[in-house]
């Protein structure tokens, strides 16, 4: 039997009951005993991390503009807004997030992903690390840029840190093109994944070592000790031509997540089957005690349930 699998509470969501990226959300996974929990952290122009996926204020609040050229103060007085209303639900920084974490009494890990909307200089990613020192137990940095995380492990030896390769390698449709962002992978190789690596430009050999070849060049941009956070659908898709990505980062002593899936998919629920068959670490969905609940009764795994 695999060992229990971790269920992350995406955008410390649980079950559409908060906007995602809310205070009062994280509050109510945290008082549910939940064990993971992600939030997005952009940086704001004066140091501080705003709790917010998108790069533009008025993708997710009511105010208007790029994140990154606000302060804390003047993103003070903006609301959080949800299913195309405004809520009652502050903007929330990363300290008030943390100052949360930092009072509860059971072990925990918050999980900030940070996004790359703006460059990730040394002034930014040191005053990220000052601000996690009091609590960097129970936090875990992630994010898509790789350059980042590096800089990050050299700042700080010791701090949690986790990888998503997703802008080397991805499996059409191109989950950017979904969103109507413009991010790399931009060129589908010949292997039909979205790849601008010179591994992916014709077809040299089998795809099972195509693949096994841009896993360990992706391991080597990733920085020691991380946690892989890989998209569900490609982690199946390489899986399904011969190559099993979650064996190999197991070999060289790496955890893998598979993002997002939710119990409310049919799809994503034979998904998150599969995937815990073939030994996934952690799984992040919008619903934990749901799809805990969906899969202790189909597969037979034990979950850490929240």
Same mark, same amino acid.
């Given at each position: ?23 009062? =959300?994280?509050? #109510? ?6 064990? #993971? ?27 208007? =503009?790029?994140?990154? #050229? ?11 807004? $949800? ?9 929330? +920084? *990363? ?16 999980? *900030? ?18 601000? *996690? ?11 898509? /840029?790789? $350059?980042?995380?590096?800089? *990050?492990?050299? @700042? ?33 190789? /010949?292997?039909?994944? $979205?790849?601008?690596?010179? @591994? ?18 992706? $391991? ?14 490609? +982690? /199946? ?15 060289? =002593? ?53």
């Amino acid at each position: 039997m695999n060992p229990p699998v971790l269920l992350i509470h995406h955008a410390a969501n649980r079950g559409d009951s908060h906007p995602p990226n809310s205070i009062r =959300g994280l509050q #109510a996974c945290l008082d549910a005993g939940a064990r #993971a929990i992600e939030v997005d952290i952009s940086p704001l122009a004066d140091g501080h991390f705003l709790l917010l996926h998108d790069r533009l204020l008025e993708h997710n609040t009511t105010g208007r =503009g790029l994140v990154s #050229a606000h302060t804390a103060d003047q993103v003070s007085d903006l609301y959080l807004t $949800w299913q195309g209303a405004v809520t009652g639900e502050p903007v929330a +920084l *990363l300290s008030q997030a943390l100052d949360l974490v930092s009072r509860h009494p059971h072990p925990i890990e918050l999980q *900030l992903d940070l996004k790359p909307h703006t460059p990730l200089n040394d002034g930014v990613l040191s005053r990220l690390v000052d601000t *996690l020192q009091p609590v960097k137990d129970r936090v875990r940095v992630t994010s898509l /840029a790789d $350059w980042a995380l590096r800089h *990050l492990r050299a @700042l700080d030896a010791d701090l949690p840190l986790g990888f998503d390769p997703l802008f080397y390698l991805d499996v059409g449709p191109r989950l950017a093109l979904e969103r109507g962002l413009s991010a790399p992978p931009f060129r589908q190789g /010949a292997y039909g994944y $979205w790849d601008d690596h010179p @591994l992916g430009t014709y077809r040299w050999g089998e795809t099972a070592d195509y693949l096994a070849a841009r896993a360990e060049a992706l $391991w080597a941009q990733a920085p020691s000790g991380a946690v892989w956070y890989i998209r569900a659908r490609l +982690l /199946a898709h390489v899986l399904e031509a011969g190559f099993d990505w979650v064996a190999d980062l197991h070999s060289r =002593g790496a955890q893998v997540a598979a993002w997002t899936l939710n119990a409310n998919h049919p799809a994503d629920v034979e998904l998150a089957r599969q995937l815990t068959a073939v030994g996934v670490d952690r799984i992040t969905t919008d619903d934990a005690p749901t799809l805990a609940q969906v899969l202790a009764t189909e597969v037979a795994t034990t979950f850490h349930r929240f």
